[in-house]
């Protein structure tokens, strides 16, 4: 006996495609109804740090998962030096616009633990200002933190505007400075950087000499082995307009981050104020 044919589907009636186009039409324009309303009831709502709300809390979730994603393992790609990109300068927030007298420039450390920790050359320690309590700034000269181990990379900086630049930095690794100049713990204890950083503050404040520009950075960003304080970009040192004699690289943070001419460095157990934050992005601004 022969099998039956397959059964052939009728084609749709002009008239039952003119109901699935009304159909169709009507959950589109319900769809796009209810997104205008939703934008309109999100972008009406009370404002925390410059957006509204709901957007603030997005941030603030997009922050904890990417706090809890974060390893110091996770390397920013590098690059050979035939990648590099020519200079771009962007951003003179701060006091870049100003003339400084590099030579008497001192960085001012806050919030530190009571002593800096062992350095790799003797008169390190000595001449750094120190107390026995944690209550006192510390004023360190360039010279100083130069005599820290340093590192050359080539990393890419993104700018938040869609933008990139490759460039050659030479610097001290934030967390080598850190170790020598160490955040205190959370809990008082004697701080151990390199073995047991979960123990610190959570946060580390960075600001330009006249405070006119500012970032606020989470403290496993900042002991992030690619995180560098530079005083060279591509085998020079910085220009006044790319922040010298001291600025931030950070890799696993957009450009917004990488503050130039840095003024103070401060150690809190407290969220610290960024500038662009203030002005509605993302306070974590992380890659």
């Not at 495609?17 to 709502?45: E, H, P, Y």
């Not at 404040?205 to 606020?216: F, L, N, Q, S």
Request: charged content about 25%.
């Amino acid at each position: 006996m022969s099998a039956k044919p397959p059964s052939v589907m009728e084609p749709a009636s002009p008239k039952d495609m003119r109901r699935i186009s009304r159909r169709s039409f009507a959950w589109a324009v319900g769809a796009v109804a209810s997104t205008i309303g939703i934008g309109r009831w999100i972008f009406t709502r009370r404002q925390d740090a410059g957006v509204p709300w709901p957007l603030r809390a997005i941030l603030g979730l997009n922050e904890n998962v990417w706090t809890d994603l974060f390893s110091s393992k996770r390397q920013a790609p590098t690059y050979t030096e035939a990648r590099v990109t020519a200079e771009r300068i962007n951003g003179d927030e701060g006091d870049l616009l100003n003339d400084i007298d590099l030579s008497a420039w001192k960085l001012t450390l806050s919030g530190a633990h009571s002593k800096p920790g062992p350095s790799t050359t003797s008169d390190l320690a000595d001449s750094a200002d120190s107390s026995d309590s944690n209550d006192k700034d510390l004023s360190i000269t360039l010279k100083q933190i130069q005599s820290l181990p340093h590192v050359e990379q080539i990393t890419e900086l993104f700018c938040i505007e869609g933008w990139s630049i490759v460039q050659r930095w030479k610097g001290v690794r934030f967390r080598d400075f850190a170790a020598k100049y160490p955040p205190p713990n959370a809990d008082g204890s004697p701080p151990d950087v390199l073995n047991h950083p979960e123990n610190l503050v959570s946060y580390v404040a960075m600001e330009t000499p006249d405070g006119g520009y500012y970032v606020g950075l989470d403290m496993q960003s900042a002991l992030h082995p690619q995180t560098l304080l530079c005083w060279e970009m591509n085998g020079k040192p910085l220009t006044q307009e790319h922040g010298a004699p001291l600025r931030l690289v950070i890799p696993v943070k957009y450009g917004v981050k990488n503050i130039k001419r840095i003024g103070t460095i401060t150690y809190t157990a407290d969220k610290p104020k960024d500038y662009w934050a203030e002005q509605g992005y993302d306070w974590y601004a992380g890659l």
